[in-house]
């Protein structure tokens, strides 16, 4: 469906866990307080929402955490979602730390693509940023998926002891597609946004040549610009939301793991679908609140005017 601006809305990205086996310094750094809810939706609560999204137009499903693998029964979750008549896409974000033991049941229930967040490939910087020495962990998954026939990209997370050109070097060496992320000013990413180093073009430019846009490329749904580079084999996204804001396109929902119905990353109101479902709401209403809400889609974030961010929960809770 449209929004009030004209936008499709055809993406969701669903939270189903908000526990996590790494403590990522912008996300959940090690020692906070972790918000732990017993309230999570169940695996038939999500069925319930992801059917009502999809009856609205949303045909690419993201499952998303916290960690999505340490959710029980999340392969079981990913083949049903896949197995709406119009999905065209259900992929997963994973930090990678259990790939390898899940790669060729994900790939058997029909998952199109894992994307492994990774954001250095030096084990002391990781362990640092990470709180957990499970670098070669991720690695292997990332082979494993490889191997299963899984399609893998790899999203780093850009801050100012990124190490880009190993990064690059890693995902070119594999035919990984690589997608450079601005950290957003969203829950602990605020202690680091002034870290970042702005302009991720002109540092790849001086790497690897003159940069060319080009389209976007399969499961293309993410707001990732795309860029072939003079001296590189494959194609490196960019996702600039602070820098280069894709609002006008953005064609994204999220269900949080509790059931928040969220908009937009900056702002922290949203629809309790989990309310809903408690009363015993069914298809019709669920689709009903749902429309509602994504026909109000804030026209833009504030991610320039701190002031205005009303969300103030970490991102291991929203999903990123
Ligand atoms: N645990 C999984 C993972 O790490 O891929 C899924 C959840 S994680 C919250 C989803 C994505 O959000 C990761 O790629 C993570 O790096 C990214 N992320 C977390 N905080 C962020 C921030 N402040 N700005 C930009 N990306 C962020
Ligand atoms: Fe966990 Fe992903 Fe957040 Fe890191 S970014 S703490 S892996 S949820």
Known sequence: MNDRYGRTINYMRISVTKSCNLSCRYCMPPGEQREVSEKLLS??????????????????????????????????LAAAIRAFP?????????????????AKELKEAGVDAVNVSLDTLDPSYFQWLTGHAALEQVTAGIETAQSAGLFVRLNAVWGRQSDGRELVRFAQQRGLILKFIEMMPVGYGKNFVSEEKTDLISFLQEHYGKAQRIDQLS??????????????RHPIGLIRAV????????????????????????????????????RGAGERELIRMMEQAIYEKPKKHSFLEPEKITEQGAMISIGG
């Open 243 to 278: 820098s280069h804001p894709f609002c006008e396109t953005c064609n994204r929902i999220r269900l949080t793991a509790e059931g928040k119905l969220k908009l937009c990353l900056s702002y922290r109101d949203g629809v309790d679908l989990r309310e809903a479902l408690e």
């Open 86 to 102: 119009d999905t065209t896409a259900v992929t997963i974000t994973t930090n990678g730390v259990l790939l390898a033991g899940f």
């Open 219 to 232: 499961f293309g749904a993410g707001p990732a610009a795309y860029y072939r580079f003079e001296k590189l």
């Open 43 to 76: 695996d038939s609560e999500i069925f319930c929402v992801a059917k009502a999204a999809a009856a609205l137009g949303i045909t690419q499903f993201k499952l998303t955490g916290g960690e999505p693998l340490l959710r029980p029964g999340i392969v079981r």
